[in-house]
């Protein structure tokens, strides 16, 4: 099929599919994640090192991912993006922290679709790669998931990366209600956050990817069907998140900062993590931990 014809019509705005939240240690990351109310997922393993646990919400989802069989890790060959590898050395940069927000995967209408529109924004894209996986369902059995993944690289972002997520398999398979209730009543992503230096630097790219940025006040925004997505200068971001701990960018790199989650009922959350004794702030309309508090990225709830 030529790519002319995969882009006839409109395309809507991709959403957030979900962002990978990449640590040392998969089984601390899940413990605390589970203590401010979250229901994972079953560990599941990939074909290429990584493990992950998952928290579904509606529509979209968080993954805490690890590198947990190094030796399975391919290096990437000429024109190709290695998951695995990607990670891992991602985690060599994070030494000095439990890990941090590594990737942000977009939804996806069809991997053909993704790289025709991306090729024809002017993006240089890897090799096409997909993947299967076991899933354990809620009952017990196992099933195998398929997904099609495109990355969007950008040399300015080493230690960032965008990619659009198909879901071969039905949504059934996949989502479960027993996986998408959770005692801090999270519905679903709403807001990602980069920090830079310089965000004005990444506005090219980020056009390209999301098809349309806007200049803020220390920074830029973009619009994601169902939420936003905004790179922010540091000073700006911590006056946002007063007490956050963003990653510290190398020169005019772009790195993610964390992520803002809609729940059904903001009292009852905080009421949680209060009783948690969780060191959380309250800010206007939301609550947040800081990074150094939750694994590397910043996590906030507001009312859905």
Same mark, same amino acid.
């Given at each position: 099929? /030529?790519?002319?014809?995969?882009?006839?019509?409109?395309?809507?705005?991709?959403?957030?599919?979900?962002?990978?939240?990449?640590?040392?240690?998969?089984?601390?990351?899940?413990?605390?994640?589970?203590?401010?109310?979250?229901?994972?997922?079953?560990?599941?393993?990939?074909?290429?090192?990584?493990?992950?646990?998952?928290?579904?919400?509606?529509?979209?989802?968080? %993954?805490?991912?690890?590198?947990?069989?190094? $030796?399975?890790?391919?290096?990437?060959? %000429?024109?190709?993006?290695?998951?695995?590898?990607?990670?891992?050395?991602?985690?060599?940069?994070?030494?000095?922290?439990?890990?941090?927000?590594?990737?942000?995967?977009?939804?996806?209408?069809?991997? $053909?679709?993704?790289?025709?529109?991306?090729?024809?924004?002017?993006?240089?894209?890897?090799?096409?790669?997909?993947?299967?996986?076991? /899933?354990?369902?809620?009952?017990?059995?196992?099933?195998?998931?398929?997904?099609?993944?495109?990355?969007?690289?950008?040399?300015?972002?080493?230690?960032?990366?965008?990619?659009?997520?198909?879901?071969?398999?039905?949504? @059934?398979?996949?989502?479960?209600?027993?996986?998408?209730?959770?005692?801090?009543?999270?519905?679903?992503?709403?807001?990602?956050?980069?920090? @830079? %230096?310089?965000? %004005?630097?990444?506005?090219?790219?980020?056009?390209?990817?999301?098809?349309?940025?806007?200049?803020?006040?220390?920074?830029?925004?973009?619009?994601?069907?169902?939420?936003?997505?905004?790179?922010?200068?540091?000073?700006?971001?911590?006056?946002?998140?007063?007490? *956050?701990?963003?990653?510290?960018?190398?020169?005019?790199?772009a790195l993610f900062a964390g992520f803002r989650v809609e729940v059904a009922d903001l009292s009852a959350?905080?009421?949680?993590?209060?009783?948690?004794?969780?060191?959380?702030?309250?800010?206007?309309?939301?609550?947040?931990?800081?990074?150094?508090?939750?694994?590397?990225?910043?996590? *906030?709830?507001?009312?859905?």
């Amino acid at each position: 099929m /030529a790519e002319e014809s995969l882009l006839d019509g409109p395309l809507e705005p991709a959403g957030f599919d979900h962002v990978v939240l990449t640590v040392h240690d998969l089984d601390a990351a899940a413990a605390f994640y589970e203590r401010i109310g979250f229901t994972l997922t079953p560990k599941a393993q990939h074909p290429f090192g990584t493990g992950n646990r998952l928290a579904q919400m509606q529509g979209s989802f968080i %993954e805490l991912l690890a590198v947990t069989k190094p $030796e399975d890790v391919p290096e990437p060959g %000429e024109g190709e993006f290695s998951f695995g590898a990607y990670n891992r050395d991602y985690l060599k940069s994070t030494a000095d922290r439990p890990g941090g927000m590594a990737m942000l995967a977009l939804t996806s209408p069809g991997w $053909e679709i993704d790289r025709a529109r991306l090729t024809a924004a002017g993006l240089d894209l890897p090799a096409p790669f997909g993947f299967g996986r076991a /899933a354990r369902q809620p009952d017990g059995t196992e099933v195998k998931l398929d997904f099609r993944l495109t990355f969007a690289p950008n040399p300015a972002m080493l230690r960032a990366t965008f990619f659009t997520c198909d879901h071969r398999h039905p949504a @059934s398979v996949f989502w479960k209600p027993d996986y998408q209730t959770h005692a801090n009543g999270a519905l679903r992503l709403a807001e990602v956050f980069m920090v @830079s %230096e310089v965000p %004005e630097m990444h506005a090219d790219f980020l056009r390209r990817l999301f098809g349309a940025v806007v200049p803020i006040n220390g920074g830029l925004c973009a619009g994601v069907s169902g939420g936003g997505f905004c790179i922010l200068e540091p000073d700006a971001f911590v006056e946002t998140y007063p007490g *956050a701990t963003p990653p510290q960018p190398q020169g005019e790199e772009a790195l993610f900062a964390g992520f803002r989650v809609e729940v059904a009922d903001l009292s009852a959350a905080q009421a949680a993590w209060s009783e948690a004794g969780l060191p959380f702030r309250r800010v206007g309309s939301h609550i947040h931990l800081a990074g150094d508090d939750a694994f590397g990225a910043l996590i *906030a709830l507001s009312q859905g």
